[in-house]
């Protein structure tokens, strides 16, 4: 009876020990996205062994961003589908007043914020030869991806400019603009497109 008690027991140990082995090697893996009240919280083995790091993302709310292609007047494309970082998507035209004052501000934002944000900006209601000229002296740099398309106003349904619209990398529009708001105020939404992802 004894040797008997003494098996099971020994059985059982043998078990529990080989539970807390294989938790404790499950505790050093990654472990899965979890969604709790509108955000998604990772989990992930830190530098050093046994240390966890966790890392939380805002889930975006909003509509699903309409995907394009964009022929960009410096050569190549720009697809939004294909894009792993938050975009601002710019709509304006060379001859608009309120464009003149948005645009360069656009272009000033995306030297700070151009590692993280994807800058693309949409000519349209105009002609490319007109819209060249303006964005040499609006937006100089090649920080701002850009091309002319009207039929992509169309898809986004624009119906004045400036339009800029801020899309998680999720492909989610979180926010938007009209007409002139200045550089304080595009700040805010970016800032705030960077902590959604």
Same mark, same amino acid.
Not at 140 to 162: A, E, F, H, K, N
């Given at each position: 009876?004894?040797?008997?008690?003494?098996?099971?027991?020994?059985?059982?140990? *043998?078990?529990? !020990? /080989?539970?807390?082995?294989?938790?404790?090697?499950?505790?050093? &893996?990654? #472990?899965?996205?979890? @969604?709790?009240?509108?955000?998604?919280?990772?989990?992930?083995?830190?530098?050093?062994?046994?240390?966890?790091?966790?890392?939380?993302?805002?889930?975006?709310?909003?509509?699903?961003?309409?995907?394009?292609?964009?022929?960009?007047?410096?050569?190549?494309?720009?697809?939004?589908?294909?894009?792993?970082?938050?975009?601002?998507?710019?709509?304006?035209?060379?001859?608009?007043?309120?464009?003149?004052?948005?645009?360069?501000? *656009?272009?000033? !934002? /995306?030297?700070?914020?151009?590692?993280?944000?994807?800058?693309? &900006?949409? #000519?349209?209601?105009? @002609?490319?030869?007109?819209?060249?000229?303006?964005?040499?002296?609006?937006?100089?740099?090649?920080?701002?991806?850009?091309?002319?398309?009207?039929?992509?106003?169309?898809?986004?349904?624009?119906?004045?400019?400036?339009?800029?619209?801020?899309?998680?990398?999720?492909?989610?529009?979180?926010?938007?603009?009209?007409?002139?708001?200045?550089?304080?105020?595009?700040?805010?939404?970016?800032?705030?497109?960077?902590?959604?992802?």
């Amino acid at each position: 009876m004894v040797h008997r008690l003494t098996a099971i027991f020994t059985g059982f140990l *043998v078990v529990v !020990l /080989a539970v807390l082995m294989i938790a404790g090697c499950a505790s050093t &893996a990654t #472990a899965p996205s979890t @969604t709790t009240g509108g955000t998604v919280t990772t989990v992930a083995q830190g530098e050093e062994p046994g240390e966890a790091t966790t890392t939380t993302r805002v889930t975006p709310e909003g509509d699903p961003a309409p995907d394009f292609t964009l022929a960009l007047d410096g050569g190549g494309s720009f697809s939004l589908s294909d894009e792993t970082k938050p975009v601002l998507l710019v709509f304006w035209a060379e001859w608009c007043p309120n464009c003149s004052v948005e645009m360069p501000i *656009v272009n000033s !934002l /995306a030297a700070d914020y151009g590692d993280d944000v994807t800058f693309v &900006a949409v #000519a349209g209601r105009s @002609t490319l030869e007109a819209s060249q000229a303006r964005a040499a002296v609006w937006f100089p740099s090649d920080r701002i991806l850009w091309g002319y398309d009207d039929d992509l106003w169309q898809t986004y349904l624009v119906r004045g400019q400036p339009v800029g619209f801020f899309i998680s990398s999720d492909n989610v529009i979180v926010d938007q603009w009209f007409g002139n708001i200045g550089k304080e105020a595009i700040m805010e939404r970016l800032d705030t497109l960077l902590a959604i992802g």
